[in-house]
């Protein structure tokens, strides 16, 4: 009893903030306040969209410009040099269904260079263009396979230990699902998501974001793009690369994004059209979830853990989540008329599930315009019930915080019938 109340005494001295987060935060649907969405379809000066010509012309840029400046910062439009070098050619791989390739990228500016390593896998049996599925793993390209030849990369060894680079090799394994994927017919492409912006304290400098000119502007602009705003330009040049490859259907690109990068794959794909369709795994607050439920993890928390992943502008919505003049369906209508997908867990409330469908549901109106289907009803459908007929898709599975085989299923799914496979 005495070392259980020591602990909570040196908790309250230590780590304040993280008690009143916890106090905080709401898993009580009775409790999540009443809210107004901002409207998706009639623009700020009061007009009503009527049709995808005006969504596209007049909406659509007025929305982009709102989440730039106020959540995930402006990206720059330099052009950014980048070199590419083939490390690895590999036939037969993945018990002889694969191709693989390991491709370093350098990109520079002046004389900075900052090196990223992408891995593809090309099914061996193509012969053709396939379509791809591009997304960051978390623990380096090697913990995707348990293949010693896997090479990890700059970005993975400067946030991870010294003198241990090797122990995540394979343990990625069951949220790559690489065999199954490429027996499908889908290439993939992966980049451990350090390269591009390390996901630590004090390493900006090392990330792409420093080759951009004005890169530490003081004082810093409220709409400064950070980690999130990279990760999502960094996908873009992977989709630059397989466009140059002649193994790659470019066309039919899936980006999918787990977390937090579910919140920067649908950044991506609200910015860059190429990406044919967009898949947001339990991306929560910051990503497909409505912030102004402020169920689960709110706005002041996503943006207080790591907090250089939003514009600084965002942190005006701590614990102000009824003031937000924008909220995330429409981040989810920005792909629109292209497929997206929303994906949520039930054992995952800190992302608000309930929060992730609504978004979708709420996005369906940009879709209407094109004449198509977004979804439906606003009841979230059952437990391991996928919505796959419209052109938001939405699933809930039984389990955590993850990316599944099940998952994997349905987003193949998804693909392959608006890919007409
Ligand atoms: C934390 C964070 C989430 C994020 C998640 C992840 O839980 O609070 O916003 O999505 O990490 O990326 O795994």
Not at 16 to 21: I, R
Not at 100 to 125: C, H, N
Not at 354 to 374: D, Q, T, V
């Amino acid at each position: 009893m005495k070392n259980i109340l020591l602990v909570l005494l040196l908790c309250i001295i230590f780590f304040p903030e993280g008690l009143a987060q916890s106090r905080e935060v709401n898993y009580d649907e009775s409790k999540v306040p009443q809210y107004t969405l901002p409207e998706l379809l009639i623009t700020t000066a009061g007009k009503r969209i009527e049709s995808k010509e005006d969504w596209e012309k007049v909406r659509r840029p007025e929305l982009l410009k709102i989440f730039s400046e106020q959540m995930y910062g402006t990206t720059p439009g330099d052009k950014i040099k980048v070199e590419y070098t083939v490390l690895e050619k590999k036939q037969g791989v993945l018990n002889g269904l694969a191709d693989r390739q390991q491709i370093e990228f350098t990109f520079s500016s002046g004389d900075k260079e900052i090196k990223a390593l992408l891995l593809v896998y090309i099914p061996a049996t193509a012969g053709g263009k396939v379509p791809f599925f591009i997304g960051y793993n978390f623990k380096g390209n090697h913990s995707v396979d348990t293949d010693p030849r896997i090479l990890y990369s700059e970005g993975f060894k400067l946030v991870k230990e010294p003198g241990h680079p090797d122990w995540e090799r394979g343990s990625q394994q069951t949220r790559w699902p690489l065999e199954y994927i490429i027996s499908k017919g889908y290439g993939v492409a992966t980049m451990n998501y350090h390269d591009i912006f390390p996901d630590k304290d004090g390493l900006k400098d090392h990330s792409i974001v420093s080759l951009f000119s004005g890169y530490d502007k003081s004082p810093q602009p409220s709409d400064e793009w950070q980690a999130i705003g990279a990760w999502a330009w960094g996908s873009g040049r992977i989709l630059d690369y397989l466009e140059k490859q002649s193994y790659a259907d470019a066309a039919k690109t899936v980006l999918m994004g787990h977390s937090r990068q579910g919140k920067a794959a649908l950044w991506a794909g609200a910015q860059d059209p190429r990406f044919a369709i967009v898949i947001s795994n339990n991306s929560g607050s910051g990503g497909a979830a409505l912030s102004k439920r402020v169920y689960g993890e709110t706005v002041k928390i996503v943006s207080s853990i790591k907090p250089f992943w939003f514009a600084p502008a965002f942190n005006q919505y701590h614990d102000n989540e009824a003031n937000l003049p924008f909220d995330q369906h429409q981040l989810i209508a920005l792909m629109a008329p292209r497929p997206v997908y929303v994906a949520s867990a039930v054992g995952d409330r800190w992302a608000d599930p309930k929060g992730e469908f609504l978004s979708a549901y709420h996005a369906s109106p940009a879709y209407e315009l094109y004449g198509l289907k977004g979804i439906a009803s606003d009841h979230m459908p059952e437990i391991e019930s996928p919505l796959h007929d419209g052109a938001i898709g939405y699933h809930i599975r039984k389990g955590v915080h993850d990316v599944t085989a099940y998952d994997w299923e349905q987003f193949i799914h998804f693909a392959d019938l608006h890919f007409k496979r």
